[in-house]
């Protein structure tokens, strides 16, 4: 298939029916940031209300290009972490300033004294309250085009950082496959085709809009291609080509033996956004102590993510391991991440 996708990337969508794959030009994808917490523009320090919460901002806006953006017209761009209003309050309290720890409130404050801005910027200094680029930032790609005379944008998002539903590439998966049977018809004047590779999967690929800007592949599972209407396509001839040997069948086992040694670890970010999306944790046994974990490799081998806030809580058997995927409810999560509150005195 590599000849058929020369010069183009490919990115995975689950859905519902199965895996869906977009097809774009490879040399029309872009880089992007994507802005989170509080964004304060140069000169807008000691007005809070000018400052912009990047939740609050339309795709467009909050997820830029990176040959785009400038750095240098923000002041700064703060964390949004459960503690910030709290900590701002006691900065306020010295000055009769009550936002009674809530950041909303403070962000009605239309100008800081002078002292309260020298005090806030310590703070986020010292408790880590900035977001410095790029180190603390998450990118993206995505691919522009027109349409109609309208601007379009997919957002792909490989490394899975910032949630959206296509994310994983898989250029070089489908550029391993050879293809040994191809079918096609026409549609409103364009061509559709079903495709057959050497492992035996059958696709479909079609243009994704009227214009060709993308293509879709989607797969055809057994039960679908036994009453698939071949009768509506035309065979289309293809170069013949030297299949390589099979691989032999991996042999899956020795991943789940018990004594094959893996390392565990944890990510506070990835965590949250692994619930968030599928409400599921897991939970490993290290030294006799029930730990969470989000990602798992065998020894010697490197993590497959890249979150800033990943560390090794310990390496076990996988015998030894016991994973587990406990049922949690919200409230079980927030005292995960933020302990226990202390019961109220009569």
């Given at each position: 298939m590599?000849?058929?996708?020369?010069?183009?990337r490919i990115?995975?969508e689950e859905?519902?029916y199965?895996?869906k794959y977009?097809?774009?030009?490879r040399?029309?994808m872009?880089?992007?940031?994507s802005?989170?917490?509080?964004?304060?523009?140069?000169?807008e320090f000691n007005?809070p209300?000018?400052?912009?919460?990047a939740?609050d901002?339309?795709?467009?806006?909050r997820?830029i290009p990176?040959?785009?953006f400038d750095?240098s017209?923000?002041?700064?761009?703060?964390?949004?972490?459960?503690?910030l209003?709290?900590?701002?309050?006691k900065?306020?309290?010295?000055y009769n300033?009550d936002?009674?720890q809530?950041?909303?409130?403070?962000?009605?404050?239309?100008v800081?004294?002078e002292?309260?801005?020298?005090?806030?910027?310590?703070?986020f200094?010292?408790?880590?309250?900035?977001?410095k680029y790029?180190e603390d930032?998450?990118?993206?790609?995505s691919?522009?085009?027109k349409?109609?005379?309208?601007e379009?944008?997919?957002?792909?998002?490989?490394?899975?950082?910032?949630?959206v539903?296509?994310t994983?590439?898989?250029?070089d998966?489908?550029?391993r496959?050879?293809?040994?049977e191809?079918?096609?018809?026409?549609v409103h004047s364009?061509?559709h085709?079903?495709?057959?590779?050497?492992w035996?999967?059958?696709?479909?690929y079609?243009?994704?809009?009227?214009?060709?800007?993308?293509?879709?592949i989607?797969?055809?599972?057994e039960?679908?291609?036994e009453?698939?209407?071949?009768e509506?396509?035309?065979?289309?001839?293809i170069?013949?080509?030297?299949l390589p040997?099979?691989?032999p069948?991996?042999?899956?086992?020795k991943?789940?033996a018990p004594?094959?040694v893996?390392?565990?670890?944890?990510?506070?970010?990835?965590?949250?956004m692994?619930y968030?999306?599928e409400?599921k944790v897991?939970?490993v046994?290290?030294?006799g102590?029930?730990?969470?974990?989000t990602?798992?490799?065998?020894?010697?081998?490197?993590?497959t993510?890249?979150w800033?806030?990943?560390?090794?809580?310990?390496?076990?058997?996988y015998g030894?391991?016991d994973i587990?995927?406990?049922?949690?409810?919200?409230?079980?999560i927030l005292?995960?991440m933020?302990g226990?509150r202390?019961?109220?005195?009569?």
């Open positions: 590599k000849i058929w996708l020369d010069g183009k990115f995975e859905t519902d199965g895996s977009y097809v774009f030009p040399d029309k872009q880089k992007n940031v802005l989170h917490g509080y964004i304060v523009k140069k000169g007005q209300c000018k400052w912009i919460y939740d901002l339309p795709k467009t806006e997820i990176v040959k785009d750095y017209q923000y002041d700064c761009f703060i964390f949004d972490d459960y503690t209003g709290k900590d701002i309050q900065v306020l309290f010295s300033i936002i009674h809530d950041i909303k409130e403070f962000l009605k404050l239309e800081l004294p002292e309260v801005v020298k005090e806030l910027k310590i703070l200094e010292e408790k880590e309250y900035y977001n790029p930032f998450l990118f993206c790609e691919y522009n085009y349409c109609n005379e309208m379009k944008r997919f957002i792909v998002d490989p490394d899975d950082n910032i949630g539903s296509i994983y590439d898989q250029t998966w489908f550029g496959q050879y293809l040994v191809v079918y096609a018809k026409e364009q061509t085709y079903v495709l057959k590779n050497d035996d999967y059958w696709y479909k079609y243009p994704g809009d009227s214009n060709e800007n993308y293509w879709i989607e797969e055809i599972d039960e679908q291609i009453n698939f209407s071949f509506e396509y035309q065979p289309v001839e170069e013949k080509r030297d040997e099979k691989a069948e991996i042999d899956l086992s991943y789940f004594d094959t893996y390392d565990f670890y944890y990510s506070e970010k990835m965590f949250i692994r968030n999306l409400q897991a939970t046994n290290i030294n102590s029930r730990e969470f974990y990602e798992m490799v065998r020894e010697g081998e490197e993590l993510s890249n800033d806030d990943m560390k090794h809580i310990g390496r076990t058997t030894e391991a587990q995927h406990p049922n949690l409810t919200h409230k079980d005292e995960h933020f226990k202390a019961l109220l005195q009569s």
